[in-house]
Nanobody, 121 residues
Framework: QVQLVESGGGLVQPGGSLRLSCAAS????????MSWYRQAPGKERELVAD????????KYADSVKGRFTISRENGKNTVYLQMNSLKPEDTAVYYC??????????????WGQGAQVTVVS
C-alpha cells in the first residue's frame, strides 16, 4: 500500500524551528520529485519547496527562501523540511507530495495526510 506519512509538526513560537519528516512506504522515492506544500485556513494550497530525484535541483517559494531547507534521503525513503525563523504566516497544514511523470506509462502522484504547523506567540 502506497503511503506518505508526515511527522514533526506542532506548536512553536515566532523565531522557532521545526523539522518535518515524510516517510514513504509502498514505493521508492528515488525516482520521484518530492515536494512540500502548505495550506493555510481560507487559502489555496501552495508549493513550499521541491527537490529533484538526486537532490541536484531544489526550488523554494520566495516566502521561505533562506529560512526553510528541503532535503531527501533516498536510502531511508524519507524527505525532510527544516523550518527555521518561523513566522505566524507560516501557520498551515503541510503536505508531502511525491510526483513521477514517466515518458511512457502512468503518472504517479501521491499525497500525505498533512501535518499541522502553528506559529503563535
Amino acid at each position: 500500500q502506497v503511503q506518505l506519512v508526515e511527522s514533526g509538526g506542532g506548536l512553536v513560537q515566532p523565531g522557532g524551528s521545526l523539522r518535518l519528516s515524510c516517510a514513504a512506504s509502498g514505493f521508492r522515492i528515488s525516482t520521484y520529485v518530492m515536494s512540500w506544500y502548505r495550506q493555510a485556513p481560507g487559502k489555496e494550497r501552495e508549493l513550499v519547496a521541491d527537490i529533484a530525484t538526486t537532490g541536484a535541483s531544489i526550488k523554494y517559494a520566495d516566502s521561505v527562501k533562506g529560512r526553510f531547507t528541503i532535503s531527501r534521503e533516498n536510502g531511508k525513503n524519507t524527505v525532510y523540511l527544516q523550518m527555521n525563523s518561523l513566522k505566524p504566516e507560516d501557520t498551515a497544514v503541510y503536505y508531502c507530495n511525491a510526483l513521477r511523470i514517466p515518458i511512457f506509462g502512468q503518472r504517479n502522484d501521491y499525497w500525505g495526510q498533512g501535518a499541522q504547523v502553528t506559529v503563535v506567540s
